[in-house]
């Protein structure tokens, strides 16, 4: 499992235990056992609601039931467990983009988490750096026979087009690369 994915099932485990474990604590099948639970409160009798096949225990003090700031608490952590998970998400990203462009992921990682728009300027980055096969530099022309060359030469020296001297320089030229 990849450690983004063991974070996000980290964070859906910790929302989990955060929303649904006060409020199953809570409940009850009959009447009698959410009466019961006021031993729990030290002696505090409780506000038996059915819901549904059992009872709910609430007391006017209990942030389930509404009576205390909780709410927000819980919304507040939320929220942090997912700005958190969308760190790790970028980073996550910013080091695969890096590491198939054959760039530094400990530098991409610097950047996307120390700029504002860090990720965007690793996958701007690291998409420049990949070769791309439309535009790749054409195969050089073949080479041209060294016969060919000469004979053009000589056809510029007849044609009054090079000075012997040009002449003899570029032909020593074509002999020496043989």
Known sequence: MSPARRAFAAIGATLAVLVLGPVASAYGDTLQECID??????GEPPTCTQVGDGWKASWPDDPVAGGGGSGIVVLMAIAALLGVAFFVWKVVTARSLAKQSGMDPDLATQMTLLTGSGLEATYLAANLRRPDTALSVPAPAPAVPAATRLADLK???EADLLTQA??????????DGL
């Open 155 to 157: 056809s510029l020296l």
């Open 166 to 175: 040009e002449y003899d320089e570029r032909r020593a030229e074509i002999i």
């Open 37 to 42: 639970r006021g031993s729990e409160r030290d």
